[in-house]
């Protein structure tokens, strides 16, 4: 599971511990497995910000936002990966020169060795153990669905014949590549098998036989689900690792599936509670932030149905209306939005810090990421607090 990294005796225990550590590349696999880039909107920029997919990585440490303070952290407790919800170069650029204070950040990352990759609103949208998931979660929310859903991610199914000896090998580089994964399972695969048969030929160099003579290899029928955007990555996996010089494999088209992928989420409490006690609830279960948790609606009221969307969801408060929702927790709610929304008959309103709805993801990747990994890299979760309002003066309770 992620380490506290406050918790200096427990990091230093386990950095005594040797890791054997993974390629970059194959924790980028992992990554975008569970967070497909193809969910990302086309404006966002999202994966691998800088560092060498070739390059080993021991330690990887999450944060909400890529901040000096962040990545100070990070290169001091000697991180070989920074994972950040918040992308550090969101708009186009054309340099990053260190004169310029983000590409500081980088030429810093890249002296010290610490990668950097971003999962932003493929994170918003993932199916489960998204950002919208783990806000639901810390708050108690059970049977959730998406706000607004978006279309599974195609998928086709490789079916790949290798010999017996040679399976698990390839099974784990398929799965490092993004192959084999269905809900909260990797590695998964189907397997049976039989006799392949085949004859080299003249201008052939067998892994097994000889030219000119029938051969009889026992071999497994492999297949593995392949989200269509790793399909590349998969086969090139495939051809790397396969012991023959012509693997057989053909790749089948998946049938559509239905998505839990999208934005925002709305479940149901527990028990009926009042507004008021859903917003000490709040404030007691996200990062405390100078803004606090405010509030717009009758603190009396009660609350069952709760719709949610981490950092700002204005744009889906008409579809937390529609679903039922006794209550919409987001953030970054404007003025006149709220001002019309109190006016008709819809949800109360709970707007928390931008950071703080995002926070609890970081935890729930981390471990994610972990378990993925086989629990060969360090995980940890930054203790710095990345809202960028630090006081406020004065204020009003209900």
Avoid at 19 to 24: E, K, S, T, Y
Avoid at 114 to 127: E, I
Avoid at 312 to 339: E, P, Q, Y
């Amino acid at each position: 599971m992620a380490l506290p990294v406050s918790d200096e005796a427990t990091t230093a225990q386990v950095r005594e511990l040797p890791l054997p550590g993974v390629a970059l590349g194959e924790v980028i696999a992992a990554l975008e497995s569970r967070y497909d880039p193809a969910l990302a909107e086309d404006w966002d920029a999202v994966g691998l910000v800088c560092g060498d997919p070739e390059e080993p990585v021991r330690s990887v440490m999450f944060a909400v936002d890529p901040t000096t303070e962040v990545v100070d952290e990070a290169i001091a407790a000697g991180v070989d990966l920074l994972v950040t919800h918040h992308p550090l170069l969101l708009t186009p650029v054309h340099g990053v020169p260190a004169s310029d204070p983000k590409g500081r950040l980088v030429h810093r990352m890249v002296r010290a060795g610490t990668a950097l990759f971003v999962a932003h609103t493929n994170a918003d949208r993932a199916a489960d153990h998204g950002v919208n998931d783990a806000l639901a979660a810390t708050l108690g929310l059970v049977d959730t669905r998406p706000l607004e859903t978006v279309p599974a991610p195609d998928t086709d199914t490789l079916v790949v014949f290798v010999p017996v000896g040679d399976t698990d090998e390839l099974v784990d580089a398929l799965s490092a590549a993004g192959a084999g994964v269905i809900g909260d399972y990797t590695r998964c695969a189907w397997q049976t098998t039989g006799t392949g048969t085949f004859i080299p030929g003249e201008e052939a160099h067998p892994a097994i036989g000889r030219e000119g003579h029938l051969e009889r290899v026992p071999e497994v029928r492999l297949e593995m689900v392949v989200p269509r955007s790793r399909r590349d990555a998969v086969l090139r996996a495939l051809r790397d690792l396969h012991p023959y010089e012509d693997p057989g494999y053909t790749f089948f088209e998946s049938a559509s599936t239905p998505s839990r992928a999208g934005l925002g989420r709305v479940g149901e409490l527990a028990r009926p509670v009042t507004l008021r006690e859903f917003a000490e609830r709040v404030a007691a279960a996200l990062p405390a932030t100078p803004g606090g948790v405010r509030i717009a609606g009758d603190p009396e009221r009660l609350v069952h149905t709760v719709a949610v969307c981490g950092g700002s969801g204005s744009s889906l408060l008409g579809a937390a209306t529609s679903a039922g929702a006794d209550v919409f927790l987001t953030s970054d709610l404007k003025h006149h939005t709220v001002s019309e929304a109190t006016e008709g008959h819809g949800p109360a309103l709970c707007d928390v810090a931008h950071f703080a709805s995002e926070h609890p993801w970081l935890a729930c990747a981390a471990d994610l990421l972990h378990r993925d990994l086989g629990a060969r890299v360090e995980v940890t979760v930054s203790a710095r607090p990345t809202d960028p309002w630090t006081w406020q003066v004065g204020g009003t309770t209900g």
